[in-house]
């Protein structure tokens, strides 16, 4: 009983033990990097896959928020039904919910693709490391620059 709590201990990277062939530094490496990043046990993604998820994230959580506000939407509209009204004045509320969110999410949609095609045609700026596209500009210490959406170091405009 004791071994395999040893085991198990040593295995998330608690001991000092060679457990397989996985070592306590190689664990450690694999957990720095965040879940999204990886794709198989070892390998990275690539700077240029990571700048098309860093553009995607702001358009996905404006879908999905707009999915929960369309669901507490009929949660509420229903609300007056379960105390026994015969009809609830805020009917229309999901579908005006849900279009106002649609227009959002495909408007930051349609401006990130716009951006990417910008790109692929060479009329945007591209980092000087990697070659991704890069993010909004602001103020750093000494000077204006823009974060790379690929490798995230800081590129300094003028």
């Not at 358009?59 to 509420?76: D, E």
């Not at 106002?100 to 945007?124: C, D, N, P």
């Not at 070659?131 to 959406?149: D, I």
């Amino acid at each position: 009983m004791s071994s395999m709590l040893d085991k198990s201990f040593c295995a998330s990277g608690g001991g000092e033990a060679n457990i397989g062939k996985v070592t306590p530094t190689k664990s450690q490496d694999t957990r720095r990097l965040p879940w999204i990043i990886t794709r198989k046990k070892g390998t990275t993604m690539s700077y240029e896959n990571r700048m098309y998820l860093h553009m995607a994230w702001s358009w996905l959580l404006s879908g999905m928020f707009t999915i929960l506000a369309t669901w507490i939407a009929t949660i509420v509209v229903d609300l007056p039904r379960g105390m026994g009204a015969p009809t609830s004045p805020l009917t229309d509320a999901p579908l005006i919910v849900a279009g106002i969110g649609a227009i959002i999410t495909l408007s930051i949609a349609g401006r990130q693709f716009y951006r990417l095609w910008q790109w692929r045609h060479e009329k945007a700026e591209a980092c000087t490391v990697c070659g991704c596209l890069l993010g909004t500009a602001y103020q750093a210490r000494w000077n204006v620059g823009r974060r790379c959406l690929g490798c995230r170091k800081f590129v300094q405009t003028r």
